[in-house]
């Protein structure tokens, strides 16, 4: 009559890893948490195969066994299941043929056993959840499936005594509950609930009901404590009296070793067994090798007595009296994702739509900030990365920002355009995708999708700093514009001071006889022509006309300014006029009027001070002479009289002669 | 990254091919199972009572057991256990059977003549001398031979000596065997076992042999026989066995309502006497039958 009622086995075989370093509650973290600890199955990283094989080293002529594959997902960030097939995880007993029976010619009637009961634990499934990143709950389920093969015996008609085998089966899925908890870096803790609940499937029959396995309800607590990043130790302790203690090395990057020791009887600490154990990480593959040995042999050579499996109870198959001397050798691969995240994207935020004329700047000014958190518990050095698809040849890349542990860096990035956002015709949304890298990482830590929002190519913010983008004086149409003007006056031309002026006005009045001023169809504020495109179309608004004059004039040498007017009782009634710069130094001014409030008296790109024409372009069709008037008389209101640039309602922006 | 995939496939295959053997099962041995003390022997056909040559033979295996001998010196130390009656008795026997005579009907042998050989003796006791009568074909009511027998009270003895005046062709002889240790059982429950749970037997003997005879009580009030039902032959150990539950379930209790348990300590040899042409058995045991029923 065999029995189960007493003492637990909570310890298992399935991870060479575990099998090293004992006390693994606190720190499974591969497939084997099925039945380590449920819960540390969210340390799987995305995909993970698993294969494990084991030699009895006790006994001899024995090979390697194939004892389990798992598959482990990780799904949704904080989800994670996996399922394990362990045709290795049987517990097999034979009882011999106890007595000889002999036919009636004195011969023995070969019985080969007189009981076979076999354990087996060949599937298993695991899921867990990530409640907050340091805590981690889960179950898994395990089969097990229990079967006796009992020989009977019997008379028959000719009173000769023959035998019979006879199978019975039961079944049962066993469920375990467990958590990991991080406190910090340096303590670990896991707590499990084996066997909280059982479901049978199918029973054995009364007679054979002795026989059925009894999985006692225990719980199991693990603590590691990591001493530094190269060393940690954890122990196990359980409501069955067992003590495992362990360590593991890391001696170098790729390279661990492990050792555990075993003990039972709590608190008299009964040397059980020891281990030893190394692994080595060959990019995603993780080779592990444990040497697993007992103290006491008895009953673990492959025979027992009897009396032992009447006393034993079980959480698991793998780890029992029966339990050989056995070398584990797990392989571990990972799939997908590998490295560890240290830094997360919280948030970002697009500084500006983009705007293809001034597609450049964003090469030096801010596109957009993203706000980075360091999610590792050691100081990180992050780089954010930004790319929007067919409008940039690569991503941009931040310099490195030290980000201290839990703590978040808003990290603004550029982003350099290609011409062809200069393709965009309209108001259009497009996929930008933020990175942030982390050292020593190679990977991009996280990513973030953003709506990257690219206007049209004539769409403008009101910017006068942007205006200037759409000044091209190097377009061939403006240049041949300007050269064709400047050729139908060549009798006019003078080569003295004046020279600019003349060329100014020159372009200004051809530039009249082919333009007409026309309002914004849309609100200015929002539409520029380019210059080639208002010399096309023969017509343009106050922004387009004076962008166009700015450009004729850059195209001949010509250095120009913008005056960027928004008055402070009036914001909407903003306005632009442009002034140029005749290249006639202060002194020489009267030469071109005696009247010092038609001019201005400022300081060129060689810092010397000459004299600046404002001209309103407003009123292109009455010649420069009306425009200089207007501009002149436009700038000693704004800035002369009420002080606009004092008072920061005027800005003038030199614009470059060639771009 | 090929080369790599590669690597790992080759790993995982490595991993496959090594893990192919199977782990051979745990094999239990149970120190307190006796089970390995025992053989169960084959009690043969019931016909081979032919032989059976006593009334006597209180387990009734005596003749199927020793059917292959022609010739038998048989001395046997008889205690009896009834529920109410206990007896304790000397049982001599022995046949001469002529091999080379056999009386056949329709070519099928029914029986063999025997010789006459004197006077008989165990020690100095002489036995009865029994002419075999049969009716016969042809013949009517045949003298076939004699048979030899004698009871008497029961006496300890430590040798026993059996001599003959010889007759017919057959020499005098004069042949000793040792007594085998005297069997006593201990601790059989008085009335009844149940086949369901395990029974223990001690007894009181040092023979390395044991034979429990297990006979079924058949036959009619006035007329009962016993059937063998079962022969266990122990390796006396210890001075007792327990016979497990899967050997008494073979015990046909729908078939007899009673059982003799028959415990036998004994000893044989075979000698060879001038004038006689076959191997002779020369048997001396110690017997303990008792009755008892057997319940599920």
């Given at each position: 009559m065999i029995l189960f009622p007493n003492i637990l086995f909570t310890q298992y075989l399935s991870s060479s890893r575990g099998v090293g370093v004992g006390a693994f509650t606190a720190l499974s973290s591969d497939v084997s948490s099925i039945d380590w600890n449920p819960g540390g199955l969210t340390n799987i990283r995305e995909w993970e195969l698993n294969f494990s094989n084991f030699k009895s080293?006790?006994?001899?002529k024995s090979g390697f066994t194939f004892q389990s594959f798992g598959i482990g997902k990780k799904f949704f960030e904080k989800h994670a299941a996996a399922i394990r097939y362990s045709p290795g995880s049987n517990l097999e007993f034979i009882v011999p043929a106890a007595f000889s029976v002999y036919d009636t010619a004195g011969n023995i009637i070969i019985t080969k056993f007189d009981k076979r009961i076999s354990f087996k634990q060949n599937y298993s499934v695991g899921y867990a959840y990530n409640i907050i990143d340091e805590l981690s709950f889960g179950f898994s389920a395990r089969l097990f499936d229990s079967k006796v093969s009992d020989t009977k015996y019997f008379i028959d008609t000719n009173n000769v005594i023959q035998s019979q085998v006879s199978d019975h089966s039961a079944s049962s899925w066993a469920i375990d509950f467990g958590t990991q908890y991080k406190i910090n870096d340096e303590w670990y803790f896991g707590l499990v609930f084996k066997n909280l609940f059982k479901i049978n499937e199918e029973e054995f029959t009364e007679a054979m009901r002795n026989y059925q396995l009894n999985l006692t309800k225990s719980v199991c607590l693990g603590v590691a404590y990591s001493f530094s990043d190269k060393i940690i130790t954890s122990f196990d302790i359980d409501t069955k009296n067992k003590l495992r203690l362990g360590t593991e090395l890391s001696a170098f990057d790729l390279f661990k070793i492990r050792g555990g020791f075993y003990t039972t009887d709590f608190p008299k600490f009964s040397p059980e067994a020891a281990s030893i154990g190394f692994s080595i990480n060959y990019h995603p593959v993780q080779l592990s090798l444990s040497y697993l040995r007992f103290f006491e042999q008895t009953n673990r050579r492959g025979f027992s007595n009897i009396d032992i499996l009447n006393k034993s109870g079980y959480a698991d198959i793998d780890y029992t009296p029966f339990t050989t001397d056995r070398l584990s050798l797990s392989v571990s691969v990972n799939l997908g994702r590998t490295k560890d995240v240290l830094a997360r994207i919280e948030f970002v935020e697009m500084l500006s739509e983009v705007f293809p004329a001034s597609y450049q700047t964003y090469a030096f000014r801010p596109i957009g900030k993203a706000r980075v958190r360091n999610v590792s518990s050691k100081p990180i050095e992050a780089k954010v990365s930004f790319f929007v698809d067919d409008f940039m040849n690569a991503p941009t890349e931040t310099k490195p920002f030290r980000i201290n542990p839990n703590e978040t860096v808003e990290v603004p990035f550029l982003a350099v355009f290609?011409?062809?956002?200069?393709?965009?015709k309209k108001f259009s949304i497009y996929d930008g995708t933020v990175y942030v890298h982390a050292e020593?990482?190679?990977?991009?830590?996280d990513r973030y999708q953003t709506r990257v929002l690219v206007r049209g190519k004539n769409d403008w913010n009101g910017d006068v700093m942007l205006l200037r983008y759409f000044i091209t004086p190097n377009d061939p149409d403006i240049i041949k514009f300007s050269r064709k003007v400047l050729d139908k006056e060549k009798s006019e031309n003078d080569n003295g001071l004046l020279l600019k002026y003349k060329h100014a006005t020159i372009l200004f009045n051809g530039l009249s006889k082919h333009v007409q001023y026309i309002n914004d169809p849309k609100q200015s504020a929002d539409f520029v022509q380019y210059p080639a495109e208002t010399i096309s179309l023969r017509g343009g608004d106050c922004d387009d006309l004076t962008v166009c004059y700015a450009a004729l004039l850059g195209s001949v040498g010509i250095s120009s300014a913008l005056v960027d007017v928004i008055p402070?009782?009036?914001?909407?009634?903003s306005h632009i006029y442009l002034m140029f710069d005749t290249e006639i130094e202060a002194p020489d001014a009267n030469l071109i009027s005696e009247n010092s409030k038609r001019f201005v008296i400022r300081k060129n790109e060689k810092g010397i001070e000459t004299v600046w024409l404002p001209v309103e372009t407003t009123v292109l069709s009455k010649g420069f002479t009306e425009a200089w008037n207007t501009g002149a008389s436009n700038y000693f209101q704004d800035v002369i009289i009420n002080n606009g640039i004092g008072t920061g309602w005027v800005r003038v922006v030199d614009l470059p002669t060639s771009f | 990254m090929k080369k790599m995939n590669n690597k790992i496939f080759l790993l995982i295959i490595i991993a496959f091919v090594l893990g192919c053997q199977k782990p051979g099962p745990v094999e239990l041995i149970d120190d307190?199972?006796?089970?390995?003390?025992i053989d169960i022997k084959s009690t043969g056909s019931v016909s081979d009572t032919l032989y059976a040559v006593s009334v006597g033979d209180t387990s009734g295996n005596f003749g199927a057991q020793n059917s292959r001998y022609y010739a038998k010196l048989i001395y046997q130390n008889i205690r009896f256990d009834r529920l109410l009656r206990k007896d304790s008795l000397i049982n001599a026997e022995a046949i001469f059977f002529d091999k080379d005579n056999a009386i056949k009907y329709h070519n099928r042998i029914i029986t063999f003549p025997s010789f006459d050989v004197g006077v008989l003796k165990i020690n100095d006791d002489a036995l009865n001398k029994f002419p075999r009568r049969m009716m016969l074909p042809m013949q009517g009511d045949t003298l076939i031979g004699y048979r030899y027998q004698l009871r008497k009270n029961y006496e300890l003895t430590a040798t026993n000596r059996w001599t003959s005046t010889g007759g017919g062709s057959i020499d005098a002889f004069d042949i000793s065997i040792s007594s085998p240790p005297t069997i006593r059982v201990l601790n059989l429950p008085p009335r009844f076992i149940n086949v369901s749970e395990p029974l223990n037997i001690k007894w009181d003997c040092a023979n390395p042999i044991i034979n429990i005879f297990i006979s079924g009580e058949g036959g009619d009030l006035l007329n009962r026989k016993l059937v063998p039902v079962m022969h266990l032959q122990i390796r006396n150990k210890k001075g007792e066995v327990t016979v497990p539950v899967k050997i008494l379930e073979l015990i046909p209790i729908k078939r007899f309502s009673r059982f003799v348990f028959s415990f036998v300590s004994e000893t044989s040899r075979t000698v060879r006497i001038s004038g006689y042409p076959e191997d002779v058995l020369v048997h001396s045991s110690s017997v303990h039958s008792i009755f008892l029923s057997v319940r599920p």
């Open positions: 080293t006790s006994i001899a290609n011409s062809a956002i200069n393709a965009v020593p990482a190679a990977d991009y830590d402070p009782d009036d914001p909407k009634n | 307190k199972d006796d089970s390995k003390l």
